[in-house]
């Protein structure tokens, strides 16, 4: 994984990294769409829909946390459902929107300030309401 501090590249080797932390998951966008469109459709654990604030100091205006799952109301109005993680070299985010469309959404690198961060949460919302008008 590639590292900047303090103007330097650095490389870090984790090739043998213990993923746990994150779920220990391995799977593509397709199994994690299939999986948050079941969740969310009914099909798994609905009481993981509850939530309550988040704390805005570790997410995103207008989040809230349940059961492990967030919610956010998007610009196109109702609730996004799903949850977002970053490990070395990648971030990601999978969610089903208002009107059940799944999307999931995965960076090649982690945020690494606010800025980028506004910038994924943008994505994000344009691929479940489309271009802002």
Do not use: I
């Not at 769409?33 to 993981?48: I, K, Q, W």
């Not at 344009?126 to 271009?131: K, Q, R, S």
């Amino acid at each position: 994984m590639r590292e900047e501090r303090d103007g330097a590249v650095r490389w870090r080797d984790v090739t043998e990294l213990n993923a746990s932390a994150g779920g220990a998951l391995v799977s593509g966008t397709a199994d994690v769409s299939r999986f948050f469109g079941a969740l969310l459709g009914g099909r798994l654990l609905g009481e993981m829909k509850r939530t309550v604030r988040a704390d805005p100091d570790r997410t995103w205006p207008g989040a809230r946390y349940g059961l492990g799952l967030m919610s956010t109301p998007p610009r196109c109005g109702g609730e996004w459902y799903g949850h977002g993680g970053h490990l070395y070299g990648w971030s990601a985010f999978a969610v089903v929107g208002p009107d059940g469309r799944r999307a999931a959404v995965m960076f090649d690198e982690n945020t690494a300030t606010e800025a980028a961060a506004k910038d994924e949460l943008e994505l994000l919302q344009t691929a479940l309401c489309g271009e802002e008008s």
